[in-house]
């Protein structure tokens, strides 16, 4: 009996220097003030449109830097939401880790394509967003050119885009698209020098698909003409002209 007695007062002991050990910890940490901020752009070896040294100068810029503020008043929501309003931020995740140290995760926004137009140069992201240009543009992206407005590039062009990025056969192949009015659209390819006018955007899948055709089960086997264009705006023909 005493050795029961003994044994659960020993156990009492341990729970209350654990409890208040965690509360002096808890009430230690949570005054203390950061010390540091770590920024990981998370996939910078793909994109370059921002960097850690940015990220932390646009926070200072805006008041939400944490670094020297007490942990306790350190709020990772609004920091994330100020990192979202950064033209090049698509998603951010803040958060606090023991002994004075936040984290940041940035991930930067995704072009779909890219736009020269009357209103200005800009991409088009993922979803479906403008962002600007840095520099000079990526020419690794489909270009969209000529009498472009801003809502037809977020909307009809760019599901045009996303259907040649999708395509196995023409998402390398197509370099730029020429809009010189929504009933003339002509495609410049990246290898052949042969434009090809595709007219208006109802039907691209078939007027695209009967090109394909005519590409790899013909002129791959006996070579191309020397054309300057293929016209796809007759039904069920593809119309050659040098």
């Known amino acids: 009996m005493v050795k029961k007695v003994l044994l659960m007062t020993v156990a009492a002991v341990c729970c209350v220097t ?3 050990g965690g509360v002096w910890c808890s009430t230690r940490c949570s005054s203390s003030p950061c010390t540091e901020v770590s920024i990981v752009v998370k996939d910078s070896l793909k994109r370059h449109f921002v960097d850690a040294t940015e990220i932390e100068g646009y926070l200072k810029s805006k008041g939400c830097y944490p670094l020297g503020d007490s942990m306790r008043l350190v709020d990772c929501h609004s920091i994330e939401q100020c990192l979202l309003n950064h033209d090049m931020v698509r998603k951010a995740e803040c958060y606090q880790s023991p002994f004075g140290k ?5 991930y930067q926004r995704i072009p779909v394509m890219g736009v020269v137009s009357n209103d200005g140069c800009y991409y088009v992201d993922t979803e479906r967003r403008v962002m ?4 000079e543009m990526d020419n690794s992206l489909l270009i969209l050119r000529g009498a472009v407005s ?3 590039a977020r909307e009809e062009y760019y599901d045009f885009v996303e259907w040649l990025r999708a395509d196995e056969y023409w998402s390398t192949r197509i370099r730029d698209i020429y809009v ?3 009933k003339n659209l002509v495609l410049r390819q990246k ?3 042969a434009k090809i006018i ?3 955007l109802d039907g691209y899948a078939g007027k695209m698909e009967k090109l394909r055709v005519l590409y790899t089960q013909g002129l791959d086997e ?3 003409p020397d054309y300057s264009e293929y016209d796809l705006r007759f039904d069920k023909q593809v119309v050659g002209r040098k």
């Open 150 to 152: 801003e809502r037809a």
């Open 191 to 193: 290898e052949l020098k």
């Open 198 to 200: 595709l007219g208006e």
């Open 102 to 106: 936040v984290s940041i995760m940035i």
């Open 132 to 135: 600007p240009v840095r520099g």
């Open 18 to 20: 654990v409890l208040v």
């Open 180 to 182: 010189h009015n929504p």
């Open 222 to 224: 006996i070579g191309y």
